[in-house]
């Protein structure tokens, strides 16, 4: 029983002794020995089960934030939008920091007034519009007036009655729509702070970004990226134009025709319009629908009004205000869109178009050529 104890003391001394005889004063801890066979199946099992597992935590991690992560990409998103408006005071002789200061100030104050003018109108409205409403259902079930066709062709008032009953009780809608509102000012606040500071920190951000780029190919990656931040720039100026020119069209046309809450109506659909494609055809559906309790030839032509913007908007207005900018095909938009609104709803539909736009632009200046060359 003690020979194999005097075996192993025998080997650690013999090692200590090639120990010793390897210690020098210029290297006290010896040379480096030889890199292990990366080719052995130990070294490749180990490897391929640390990627997965890597993989997999980075999966997890990435489905555990995703909200923050959303949150994080639009406030990137609409600082990159924002940065024209602060280049060009910049190139102006303000200080960056005055310049940012001077946008935001520009910002909080134009959407201030905003909603010190509209909330009052809004909230008048509104309540009208629910003292309206049983009239409104009267008439939905009265199958002699127009509404009342329209609910017994198409089931509104079933529609509406299970959304409304969708909730857990008076109790829980009320809890619900409390948890609602607060998640929105929340998330709006925190949207909010981190523009600011990616407006801020900008330039800062376009170095750290360019520098993870091999110095060899970095200045045309520079070129490449200072074009699809302009083109995301452009973009976000130009959407959030046209929809307010969706807005005051709409204002005008409802205040002619005598449509009730005009201005209800027209914040509805100027904020819609922000959602490329399907947003307008949205707005125009639920402001016909309005329009036709006044009487059905306001109906239809408030039907026909957003058919002929809807192709002034997309064959002059877009390729005018955006159209230079981003240069994205029909077909293109369509699909980002649809794609967009399919992965992260609302914010997708909303960003889809600029990255469908960054990518056409990758592919043709990057992939295409090396195709072409291969």
């Known amino acids: 029983m003690g020979q194999p104890h005097s075996d192993e003391e025998g080997t650690v001394a013999e090692a200590e002794a ?86 935001f100030v520009v910002a909080f104050a134009a959407v201030g007034g905003f909603l010190a003018a509209a909330i009052p109108v809004i909230v008048e409205q509104a309540t009208a519009l629910v003292a309206k409403a049983p009239e409104y259902l009267r008439q939905a079930q009265d199958h002699n007036t127009f509404l009342g066709r329209l609910n017994e062709r198409f089931h509104l008032q079933q529609a509406v009655e299970s959304s409304l009953s969708s909730g857990s009780g008076l109790t829980g809608g009320v ?22 500071y990616f407006v801020a920190d900008l330039p800062r951000i376009r170095a750290a ?42 204002l005008v046309w409802l205040l002619i025709f005598g449509v009730p809450y005009a201005a209800l109506l027209a914040i509805a659909v100027a904020v819609l319009d922000l959602v490329p494609v399907v947003g307008s055809v949205i707005g125009g559906v639920l402001v016909s629908l309005v329009a036709f309790t006044v009487s059905l030839p306001v109906g239809l032509a408030t039907v026909g009004f957003f058919v002929v913007y809807r192709l002034v908007e997309d064959y002059l207005l877009v390729p005018k205000i ?44 990057v992939l295409y050529p090396r195709l072409d060359r291969g």
């Open 18 to 103: 090639e120990a010793a005889e390897i210690s020098t004063p210029e290297q006290p801890l010896g040379t480096v020995g030889k890199r292990l066979d990366r080719r052995s199946p130990f070294f490749i099992g180990m490897a391929a089960a640390a990627g997965v597992a890597v993989t997999y935590g980075l999966i997890q991690l990435i489905a555990d934030a995703e909200q923050i992560l959303v949150l994080v990409g639009l406030a990137l998103f609409l600082a990159i939008g924002m940065e024209p408006a602060v280049s060009w005071l910049a190139v102006h002789r303000f200080p960056r920091w005055l310049a940012v200061t001077t946008v």
């Open 175 to 196: 809890l619900g729509a409390g948890k609602a509102v607060f998640g929105v000012v929340t998330d709006t606040l925190i949207l909010i702070v981190l523009t600011i």
């Open 209 to 250: 970004i360019y520098r993870l780029i091999p110095h060899s190919r970095r200045p045309r990656a520079i070129l490449i990226g200072d074009n699809i931040f302009a083109k995301v720039g452009g973009y976000v100026l130009g959407n959030l134009a046209v929809s307010v020119i969706a807005g005051v069209l709409t």
């Open 322 to 365: 955006i159209g230079n900018v981003l240069k994205v095909p029909a077909l293109v938009t369509v699909v980002a869109v649809l794609l967009g609104g399919a992965l992260l709803g609302v914010i997708g539909a909303l960003v889809a178009i600029p990255v469908a736009a960054a990518i056409l632009l990758l592919a043709e200046e």
